[in-house]
C-alpha cells in the first residue's frame, strides 16, 4: 500500500537443449534441468521430414524463446540446413533457413535477436577452411546473410557472447599444426570483421564454450589431432567486458574433445566428448562448474549414451 514495484518476466528457467552427435549421426534432442543435477531427458527428433536430419559437429544457439540448430556434418556431406525449435513446447525441429555455405565445426553464438556463425570446414574431400561470418534473425525465418569475416580461414573454434559482443575462441588454420589460441571479438548488432580480444593459456579446438553476462568459459578441447596427449583437461575463462588474455579457472574431471557447453547466469555444463583415439571412447558423462567461483568441475549427470560433436544451447 506503500508503493510500487515493478515485476520482469523472461520465461527463462535454465532449461539446456542438446541436439545431435556422433556415432550414428545422433538425431534426437535431450533436455536438461540446469540448476538442479541430474540426467538428459528426451526433447524431440531433428527434422524436418526431408532433408539432413542426422547430423553431428554443428552449432546451436537460442534466445529465451527458439533455438536454431545450425550446418554441421550429416554423412555422408557437410549441410548449410539451419532448422529451429521452440523452448517452451517439446517437439521436433523445423526448416530455418541455409547458411551462407555449407560447413561444419563453427562457433556460434547470439543476442537476444541475432544468430552468429563464425568459420568452420567444408568437406573433408575439399579440406576448405572458412573465414566466414554469417548471421540470422531470430524473428525472422530465412536464409542467413554476411556479417563480416574472422581473421583468417578457421575451424573447430568455439564462441560465447555477452548481450552485446560474440567472441570466437580457438581453432585451427590447418589440421597438422597447433591449434590457435587467439580470442577474437564482434558486436553482434553491428556487422563487420572481428577485431583481437587476447589469448588462451594454450591453443585449443573442439572445446567447449559458454558465458553469462560478465565470464565467458572454454574447457577441454585438442591440440593436435589425433595426439591423445594433447586432448585438454583445463578450463579457462576471460571477462568479456575488457580485452585481456584468459586465466585459468580450473580442470575437468576427464580429458576431452569436441564436447559441448551450455550455461544459466550461474552454472555451466560440459557435455559429452571424446577421448582416443585408440582407444576411442565416446563420453556420456555431463560435467558442471559454478561461473563466478573458479574452480574443478564436478559430476552433473549423464547423456543418454556417450558420443562426441552434439550442440547446446538453453534459454
Given at each position: 500500500?506503500?508503493?510500487?514495484?515493478?515485476?520482469?518476466?523472461?520465461?527463462?528457467?535454465?532449461?539446456?537443449?542438446?541436439?545431435?552427435?556422433?556415432?550414428?549421426?545422433?538425431?534426437?534432442?535431450?533436455?536438461?534441468?540446469?540448476?538442479?543435477?541430474?540426467?538428459?531427458?528426451?526433447?524431440?527428433?531433428?527434422?524436418?521430414?526431408?532433408?539432413?536430419?542426422?547430423?553431428?559437429?554443428?552449432?546451436?544457439?537460442?534466445?529465451?524463446?527458439?533455438?536454431?540448430?545450425?550446418?554441421?556434418?550429416?554423412?555422408?556431406?557437410?549441410?548449410?540446413?539451419?532448422?529451429?525449435?521452440?523452448?517452451?513446447?517439446?517437439?521436433?525441429?523445423?526448416?530455418?533457413?541455409?547458411?551462407?555455405?555449407?560447413?561444419?565445426?563453427?562457433g556460434s553464438c547470439a543476442s537476444s535477436t541475432r544468430s552468429v556463425s563464425m568459420?568452420?570446414?567444408?568437406?573433408?574431400?575439399?579440406?576448405?577452411?572458412?573465414?566466414?561470418?554469417d548471421y540470422f534473425e531470430f524473428s525472422t525465418k530465412g536464409n542467413a546473410l554476411?556479417?563480416?569475416?574472422?581473421?583468417?580461414?578457421?575451424?573447430?573454434?568455439?564462441?560465447?557472447?555477452?548481450?552485446?559482443?560474440?567472441?570466437?575462441?580457438?581453432?585451427?588454420?590447418?589440421?597438422?599444426?597447433?591449434?590457435?589460441?587467439?580470442?577474437?571479438?564482434?558486436?553482434?548488432?553491428?556487422?563487420?570483421?572481428?577485431?583481437?580480444?587476447?589469448?588462451?593459456?594454450?591453443?585449443?579446438?573442439?572445446?567447449?564454450?559458454?558465458?553469462?553476462?560478465?565470464?565467458?568459459?572454454?574447457?577441454?578441447?585438442?591440440?593436435?589431432?589425433?595426439?591423445?596427449?594433447?586432448?585438454?583437461?583445463?578450463?579457462?575463462?576471460?571477462?568479456?567486458?575488457?580485452?585481456?588474455?584468459?586465466?585459468?579457472?580450473?580442470?575437468?574431471?576427464?580429458?576431452?574433445?569436441?564436447?559441448?557447453?551450455?550455461?544459466?547466469?550461474?552454472?555451466?555444463?560440459?557435455?559429452?566428448?571424446?577421448?582416443?583415439?585408440?582407444?576411442?571412447?565416446?563420453?556420456?558423462?555431463?560435467?558442471?562448474?559454478?561461473?563466478?567461483?573458479?574452480?574443478?568441475?564436478?559430476?552433473?549427470?549423464?547423456?543418454?549414451?556417450?558420443?562426441?560433436?552434439?550442440?547446446?544451447s538453453s534459454d
Amino acid at each position: 500500500g506503500a508503493e510500487w514495484r515493478q515485476f520482469t518476466v523472461s520465461g527463462a528457467s535454465g532449461m539446456g537443449y542438446i541436439s545431435g552427435g556422433h556415432p550414428g549421426n545422433w538425431n534426437s534432442m535431450e533436455l536438461i534441468n540446469i540448476p538442479s543435477k541430474g540426467n538428459a531427458v528426451p526433447f524431440g527428433v531433428l527434422g524436418p521430414s526431408s532433408g539432413y536430419i542426422n547430423r553431428h559437429n554443428h552449432s546451436q544457439t537460442s534466445n529465451t524463446t527458439r533455438g536454431l540448430i545450425l550446418g554441421g556434418r550429416a554423412a555422408p556431406v557437410y549441410t548449410p540446413q539451419t532448422i529451429a525449435f521452440t523452448l517452451s513446447t517439446q517437439g521436433n525441429t523445423f526448416d530455418w533457413g541455409d547458411l551462407t555455405q555449407s560447413r561444419a565445426y563453427t562457433g556460434s553464438c547470439a543476442s537476444s535477436t541475432r544468430s552468429v556463425s563464425m568459420g568452420g570446414y567444408e568437406t573433408p574431400t575439399t579440406s576448405t577452411r572458412h573465414n566466414v561470418i554469417d548471421y540470422f534473425e531470430f524473428s525472422t525465418k530465412g536464409n542467413a546473410l554476411d556479417f563480416g569475416d574472422l581473421s583468417a580461414a578457421t575451424y573447430g573454434g568455439s564462441a560465447a557472447s555477452s548481450p552485446t559482443r560474440g567472441f570466437h575462441i580457438g581453432g585451427n588454420t590447418s589440421p597438422s599444426v597447433p591449434a590457435a589460441q587467439e580470442i577474437q571479438s564482434v558486436t553482434i548488432a553491428s556487422k563487420g570483421n572481428t577485431a583481437y580480444f587476447g589469448d588462451l593459456n594454450a591453443g585449443r579446438r573442439n572445446s567447449a564454450s559458454f558465458s553469462n553476462s560478465v565470464r565467458a568459459v572454454t574447457a577441454g578441447g585438442n591440440e593436435v589431432n589425433p595426439a591423445a596427449a594433447g586432448y585438454f583437461l583445463a578450463i579457462d575463462y576471460f571477462t568479456m567486458a575488457s580485452d585481456g588474455n584468459a586465466v585459468h579457472f580450473g580442470d575437468l574431471t576427464q580429458r576431452r574433445t569436441q564436447c559441448s557447453g551450455v550455461s544459466t547466469q550461474t552454472r555451466g555444463l560440459i557435455i559429452g566428448g571424446y577421448q582416443g583415439p585408440s582407444p576411442e571412447v565416446k563420453l556420456n558423462a555431463i560435467e558442471y562448474i559454478e561461473i563466478m567461483t573458479a574452480g574443478n568441475a564436478i559430476d552433473f549427470g549423464d547423456l543418454f549414451t556417450g558420443r562426441y560433436g552434439a550442440a547446446a544451447s538453453s534459454d
